[in-house]
Structure formats: structure tokens, C-alpha cells
């Protein structure tokens, strides 16, 4: 299995003084170790049918979408090389045939877990379908932006963006007016995210 359970590193320690560990995120791993991944996964799913390759390199594919469904502190200690090599360029022609498969029948991958009601488990596998397609949408920008560096615009990832590309074109000003709005609901998040770290820090800090 691609997703080792080695344990993670411990925390670091947020001020000097204190005990308390700080969350685990993302951390860029080693380049060669990505490289070396890519090419143990492209091996495995090396076959002449695509739908052997894609049966290949499912199991390690789920392995590591289940992975991203855990809590950073619960994650592998290799996750972050496993999301870099299923996101890497050389491995996005077969990693999204693969999510396409696991997303139109995750039930096939997700075997019911002991003591599972059916409820659970149906909400289980549509958790799991949802970050199957999201998974596809990251790659897929991958590969657009591999399409751009040729000078190539990559097709529009679905109906929707392709609608919205019709919009822009065929009625400008409705379609300005529609981003203006939604800039402006980002920036009242965005302040809205800020005050509340700002709270949270100004929590953490030692009383005077």
C-alpha cells in the first residue's frame, strides 16, 4: 500500500514556554522522494489497457482519498508525497480516469465497515464520491496548466465553467456585475476570517 502509517512527527512548540503543540500542516517534502513515488506508481499501473491501469492504481489512489478525509494529525507522514505524485503531470492521464471511476461507483472501493448502519454507510460513500471529485478538479488544473505552458488552452472542466465562459461573452456587463458581487462577499469573509484569527490570538497570548 502506497500510504505508510509511520507516526508523525511531534508537534512543534508555539512559544517558548509553552507546551502546546502546533497543528500539523502541510509541509513540502523532499523532491526526490515525490520523484521516487511517481515512478514506483507509474510502474505499477503500467499495462497496455487502460481499464488494467485504472484497476492497477485505484487501491493506492483510495488509500490516499481516504487519507485526506483524516485530521492533518492523523495523516501519514508521507501524505504530502503521495499528494504530490498523484498530482504530478506524469501521473494525471491515468489519476483521473482513476477518480472517474471511483466517483461513479465508490461503493465498489468502500467495503461496509463492521458494525456500519446502511444510513452511515450512504453517507460514507457520498463523503468519500464528493472528495473523489475534488481530487479531479485539483488534477485537472494540473494538466491545464501543463496545457499552458505549450501556449495550449486546456477544454473547460465541465457544463458550468463552459456556461460561465458563454456568459462573459455573450452579456459582459451581467457577467461583470455578477463578479463584483462575488468580490465583494469574498472581502467581507476574508474580514470576517481575519477578525477571527485575530480573537484566536489574541486568546492564546499568556495574560500580562
Do not use: C
Not at 4 to 14: I, K, R
Not at 188 to 196: C, D, G, M
Not at 200 to 205: K, L
Amino acid at each position: 500500500m502506497v500510504a505508510s502509517q509511520q507516526a508523525l512527527p511531534a508537534g512543534e512548540v508555539t512559544r517558548q514556554g509553552s507546551d502546546r503543540p502546533k497543528a500539523r500542516r502541510w509541509k513540502d517534502p523532499n523532491p526526490d522522494d515525490v520523484e521516487t513515488r511517481v515512478a514506483v506508481l507509474t510502474q505499477i499501473s503500467k499495462h497496455k489497457d487502460r481499464r488494467k491501469q485504472v484497476e492497477r492504481l485505484a487501491p493506492h489512489l483510495v488509500q490516499f482519498l481516504l487519507d485526506s478525509t483524516l485530521d492533518w494529525e492523523k495523516r501519514p507522514g508521507d501524505y504530502e508525497v503521495n499528494a504530490l505524485a498523484f498530482r504530478s503531470p506524469d501521473l494525471a492521464r491515468i489519476v483521473r480516469p482513476t477518480l472517474a471511476a471511483i466517483a461513479r461507483e465508490p461503493e465498489l472501493y468502500l467495503p461496509q465497515a463492521e458494525g456500519e448502519s446502511n444510513t452511515q454507510r450512504r453517507n460514507r460513500i457520498t463523503e468519500f464520491r464528493s472528495r473523489a471529485q475534488v481530487e479531479d478538479r485539483l488534477v485537472y488544473r494540473v494538466q491545464a496548466a501543463e496545457a499552458a505552458k505549450r501556449g495550449v488552452f486546456f477544454p473547460e472542466f465541465n457544463a458550468r465553467a463552459r456556461a460561465r465562459r458563454r456568459l462573459a461573452e455573450e452579456h459582459p456587463e451581467r457577467f461583470l456585475e455578477l463578479v463584483r458581487e462575488e468580490e465583494a462577499a469574498q472581502a467581507a469573509r476574508n474580514e470576517a476570517e481575519r477578525r477571527a484569527r485575530a480573537r484566536e490570538r489574541r486568546a492564546d497570548d499568556p495574560q500580562p
